[in-house]
């Protein structure tokens, strides 16, 4: 795969195929807030970071604990061309690939089965500890959301991490301040990611969540002895105005006339 130059504009295209599926899916939705913030963490991964050609031992894992952002998951298998444009019309569809999470479908990139929050973690600590004992270069990536960091599995395998100094996994948590039923700060208590993560074997940088050159650039940092974990802040619903900050859009429904309005929005963003 070649890099993609211009993140930028990948990333409006994966917003704009983003509202399209939620659109499509009709009455059943779509995770709009939380796969929208995430848009520049795929854009980064996908477009430039990862490596995804060659054989499957040897490409690096991207392993997503916050499956509802399947809408910038699936928008970023289109720009690498794992996935056809016409096949995000599937999505939410009886029988289709493209479900509201992702099922685990090597063909397409797909290396995890994800939905059940906390769950990804441990997987993708393994999945490093294997490509060390096997003497690869690979790595692995693992997207987290904020609120899933409430989960305690994450803890503990950020213990296992750091005690075999697992220098070939990288952390981005999506710090987008909001989870279903409100913000993560009242939710939960948490306020400083740097400090709980760094106080559990990380070495810890914060980027602009909604810049994917930025990103990419902290996501190719090298570490000597621990996992890498980048706090990108983001904001919920990024790119259409009356989703922004709006818990209420971590799942919805878009009539035509929002259709139309988000779609402007992105476009003219």
């Known amino acids: 795969m070649a890099e993609i130059k211009n993140l930028k504009e990948m990333s409006k295209r994966m917003r704009l195929n983003s509202i399209d599926m939620a659109y499509n899916a009709g009455a059943l939705g779509a995770h709009l807030g939380g796969g929208l913030s995430c848009i520049e963490i795929f854009a980064a991964l996908f477009g430039r970071t990862a490596k995804l050609v060659g054989d499957h031992s040897e490409i690096d894992r991207i392993i997503v604990g916050k499956a509802h ?50 769950m990804a973690a441990p997987v993708a600590v393994g999945m490093a500890i294997s490509i060390k004992k096997h003497n690869r270069n690979n790595k692995v990536f693992l997207v987290l959301g904020d609120g899933e960091c409430e989960e305690g599995t994450i803890w503990e395998s950020l213990m296992i991490a750091s005690h075999y100094k697992l220098n070939n996994l990288v952390i981005i948590v999506d710090n987008n301040k909001l989870q279903s039923d409100g913000p993560v700060s009242l939710v939960a208590g948490i306020d400083d990611y740097r400090e709980k993560f760094e106080a559990f074997g990380c070495s810890v940088v914060s980027v602009d969540g909604h810049n994917a050159d930025e990103i990419a650039d902290k996501l190719d940092i090298s570490m000597e002895d621990k996992p890498l974990c980048v706090i990108a802040d983001t904001v919920k619903g990024k790119g259409v105005s009356f989703m922004e900050n709006d818990p ?22």
């Not at 209420?248 to 963003?269: F, P, Q, R």
Request: glycine share 14%; proline share 1%; charged share 20%.
């Open 69 to 118: 952002c399947v809408l910038a998951y699936y928008s970023a298998l289109v720009e690498v061309g794992s996935l056809k444009i016409d096949d995000l019309k599937q999505f939410e569809k009886n029988g289709s690939q493209l479900a509201g999470h992702p099922k685990r479908n090597i063909d397409i990139g797909i290396d995890f089965s994800g939905g059940s929050l906390g």
């Open 248 to 269: 209420g859009w971590h799942h919805g429904v878009l009539t035509e006339d929002m259709y139309v309005k988000a779609k402007l929005e992105i476009m003219n963003g």
